[in-house]
């Protein structure tokens, strides 16, 4: 199976890719209040830096994966999260940190860090697996390193 990610060099892409990405190291490291101080300062539009920020990461300095944030959508039902857990255990997932929101309209928002240098396969395929268990409703990928 192919996986939807590609690595890319640079050079080949529109600029606003790369300023995007230093859009958002100047909001992560304080040095941007906000994405429109960050925007102006990078040289972009709100909107491209909203429009691409989900989808655009840099690699660190190892270029190697080693930590993944993944966003959840959990119909509010017992096990679910366990069985979320468990599949990102048997995948090779080491997780980090959970955040769980209470559940609103019977559907919880969870947010798991996980370490992923050791997961079997790609996390294209991590985040398939998390899809296809029954009470999930929404698997995004937020961050990679």
């Known amino acids: ?19 995007v990405i230093e859009a958002k190291s100047l909001i992560s490291s304080g ?7 960050a ?15 989900d989808y655009v990461f840099a690699p660190n300095s190892d270029t190697e994966c080693r930590k993944a944030v993944i966003s959840f959508t959990l119909y509010h039902k017992s096990g679910i999260l366990s069985e979320v857990l468990n599949t990102l255990s048997t995948k090779g997932a080491n997780i980090l940190t959970i955040t769980q929101n209470l559940p609103v309209n019977k ?4 947010v798991v860090s996980t370490d992923v240098s050791s997961v079997v396969g790609d ?9 296809q268990i029954d009470g999930v409703s929404h698997v995004k990928l937020l961050a990679i390193e």
């Open 107 to 110: 559907r919880a928002h969870v």
């Open 39 to 53: 925007s102006k300062m990078v040289g972009i539009s709100r909107s491209t830096y909203y429009k691409y920020k």
């Open 1 to 19: 199976m192919l996986s939807k990610y590609l690595l890319v060099d640079k050079q080949i892409l529109p600029s606003y890719y790369e300023k």
């Open 31 to 37: 040095k941007a209040k906000d994405v429109s101080e």
């Open 123 to 131: 996390i294209n395929t991590l985040t398939e697996a998390l899809n």
